[in-house]
């Protein structure tokens, strides 16, 4: 895997670790202010949250395995596959919550699966 690749990819991984961490464990304090949700509709939308939350967590182990696994055709297909998923995720929540979402999640995971397929 080409090192501009591997860095990329690793920035989305941290970027899905946080964004689990807030979904998760830090949505009562944290996630609800960066979300911008009163106390009341974090409590209304917590289980939803957490459940995305665990989805995003498929994603970062997704990227985890790409970038640890022994064989480079399997790890280059979990890259591949992890970053099409966070691409897409992205524009669906660009359309649906937040065009923020498409700056956050899908410009660097397209960023890295142009370089990973150049």
């Known amino acids: 895997m080409p090192f501009a690749a ?12 946080y964004i689990v961490l807030l979904e998760t464990v830090l949505f009562r ?9 009163t106390a009341e509709k974090a409590e209304i939308v917590q289980p939803a949250m957490s459940n995305q939350g665990c989805y ?12 640890l696994y022994p064989d480079a055709a399997v790890a280059r297909a979990f890259n591949l596959f992890g970053l099409a998923c966070v691409a897409v995720a992205g524009i669906w929540g660009a359309a649906t919550v937040s065009t ?15 370089l990973l397929l150049a």
């Open 6 to 17: 591997k860095l990329v990819t690793i920035v989305v991984l941290l970027i899905h670790v």
């Open 29 to 37: 304090t944290r996630g609800r202010r960066v979300f911008g949700l």
């Open 56 to 67: 995003n967590g498929f994603l970062v182990a997704a990227l985890a395995l790409g970038l």
């Open 100 to 114: 923020r979402i498409l700056f956050v999640q899908t410009v660097p995971a397209v960023v890295g699966l142009a």
